[in-house]
């Protein structure tokens, strides 16, 4: 007789260093519509910070790891791949994580690790493009639109292959603050299409 189980829901784990909006979008997603996916972990350098408070409201569990923790980039990285690894992650998604990922957990999380970005990749990406500086960037180039980007995590900042984009327009009475406000509004809806996407490869 031919099986009728479902496949399992796909693992993910959020990485956050912030308030974890992203995350919350993503929750609330998978909530409502009910993919073959849930949030099984949330991983942060910052043991109090918006992500993780919100995870243990909801009952998802948490780890705590800061490369100050270790001596070498190395052991960081293999106590993060094992947390992950110990969770049965399939997919890591990085919303807001600040610290450069180690290579070990690049490697071994390639095509399955994805960051979101507040800005229209390639442009306005690399080391210390982040936060409100992204925006002022953008402001001070004179763009007329800018975005959201989610990309593979690659060894380099913002380098990875582009997977999905938002557009939103910057208008001449946008300031960086206005454009953060829309561009986070955008970035609400980018995760949740990720996932259907990913689900649908
Ligand atoms: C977002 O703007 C994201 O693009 C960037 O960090 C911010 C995280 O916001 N990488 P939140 O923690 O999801 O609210």
Redesign the pocket.
């Known amino acids: 007789m031919a099986s009728t189980l479902a496949p399992a829901p796909k693992r993910i784990a959020m990485l956050?260093s912030?308030?974890?909006?992203?995350?919350k979008a993503l929750y609330q997603h998978i909530k409502d519509k009910k993919p073959a996916a849930e949030i099984a972990l949330c991983l942060s350098n910052r043991s109090a910070c918006?992500?993780m408070v919100f995870a243990s409201s909801v009952g998802i569990e948490t780890v705590h790891l800061s490369e100050k923790q270790f001596a070498t980039e190395e052991a960081f990285g293999r106590a993060m791949l094992d947390a992950l690894q110990s969770h049965r992650i399939d997919y890591v998604f990085?919303?807001?994580y600040l610290k450069k990922m180690p290579t070990g957990v690049v490697a071994a999380y390639r095509g399955r690790m994805l960051?979101?970005?507040?800005a229209l990749l390639p442009k306005f990406g690399g080391e210390g493009m982040?936060?409100m500086r992204v925006h002022e960037a953008v402001i001070a180039a004179g763009e007329t639109e800018s975005g959201?980007t989610i990309h593979f995590v690659d060894e380099g900042y913002d380098t990875g292959e582009i997977f999905l984009q938002r557009r939103v327009p910057v208008l001449a009475t946008d300031t960086a603050a206005s454009l953060a406000n829309k561009?986070?509004a955008a970035?609400h809806l980018l995760y949740a299409e990720a996932l259907e996407k990913l689900l649908a490869s």
Do not use: D, K, R, T
């Open positions: 956050c912030g308030n974890g909006s992203n995350f918006g992500a990085l919303a807001g960051n979101i970005h507040p982040y936060g959201a561009v986070l970035e």
